[in-house]
């Protein structure tokens, strides 16, 4: 199984960046997927995640209302949505996958296969 993170780059504040979140191995579809980063000198943090059936999102608190997950199940990938950019976003974001898990989408140890992160820089 692999997950590979995309998209990240350079972007102003205010900015917006797509990322994607693409599986090899698994189907997304039965899965449910979320997004985490890391910021230098920070311990990991969670970002988003989506239900296996689409039904349910979660949202950190930071990132309410500025970010946005969904998946292409044809193209078998997560996507996140990343709109009006902080500096405070700067980090490396990766993908998580999930057989099996409650509710509580923070719970790193509740995720199966974790993937290889993309940078995204946010200037001021």
């Known amino acids: 199984v692999q997950l590979q993170a995309s998209g990240g780059g350079l972007v102003q504040a205010g900015g917006s960046l797509r990322l994607s979140c693409s599986a090899s191995g698994l189907t997304v579809s039965d899965y449910a997927m979320s997004w985490w980063r890391q910021a230098p000198g920070k311990e990991r943090e969670f970002v988003a995640g989506i239900a296996w059936s689409s039904a349910y999102e979660y949202y950190a608190d930071s990132v309410k209302g500025r970010f946005t997950v969904s998946r292409d199940n044809a193209q078998n990938i997560v996507n996140l949505q990343m709109n009006s950019l902080r500096s405070e976003d700067t980090a490396d974001y990766s993908c998580?996958?999930?057989?099996?898990?409650?509710?509580?989408?923070?719970?790193?140890?509740?995720?199966?296969?974790w993937g290889q992160g993309t940078l995204v820089t946010v200037s001021s």
């Open positions: 998580a996958a999930a057989r099996r898990i409650g509710s509580n989408y923070e719970a790193s140890w509740e995720y199966d296969y």
